[in-house]
């Protein structure tokens, strides 16, 4: 099970980015898949999760109305959508991925099994 996210950047305050994860070596059908994000001294923190058999989509409070999550099954990727990006959205983002995580999990870094290489995000003038 691999993971790659990418498309960060460098954007300044109220600008858009879109994150993709791309995947290889499963089926993102059997997987919940989570965007999480680490700014520099500061803990991992979850922003937003997808549940890949129901479809229920779940975001940090820091994020809701501006982020969204979405999944294209016909190219197996898993974006992150982001708009009015802050300063305090800085940080490097992950995409997780973990079967069957539980409701209470969703948004705990400990709760998925495979992580792939994080991408940038800056936003600064």
């Known amino acids: 099970v691999q993971l790659q996210a990418y498309g960060g950047g460098l954007v300044q305050p109220g600008g858009s980015l879109r994150l993709s994860c791309a995947r290889s070596?499963?089926?993102?059908?059997?997987?919940?898949i989570g965007w999480f994000r680490q700014a520099p001294g500061k803990l991992c923190e979850g922003v937003a999760c997808?549940?890949?058999?129901?479809?229920?989509?779940y975001y940090a409070n820091s994020v809701k109305g501006r982020f969204t999550i979405s999944r294209d099954y016909a190219k197996n990727t898993v974006y992150l959508q982001m708009n009015s990006l802050r300063p305090e959205d800085t940080a490097v983002y992950y995409c997780?991925?973990?079967?069957?995580?539980?409701?209470?999990?969703?948004?705990?870094?400990?709760?998925?099994?495979?992580w792939g290489q994080g991408t940038l995000v800056t936003v600064s003038s």
């Open positions: 997780a991925a973990s079967r069957t995580v539980i409701y209470s999990q969703l948004m705990v870094p400990s709760a998925y099994a495979y």
């Open positions: 997808i549940r890949v058999r129901s479809g229920e989509l």
């Open positions: 070596g499963f089926v993102y059908d059997d997987y919940d």
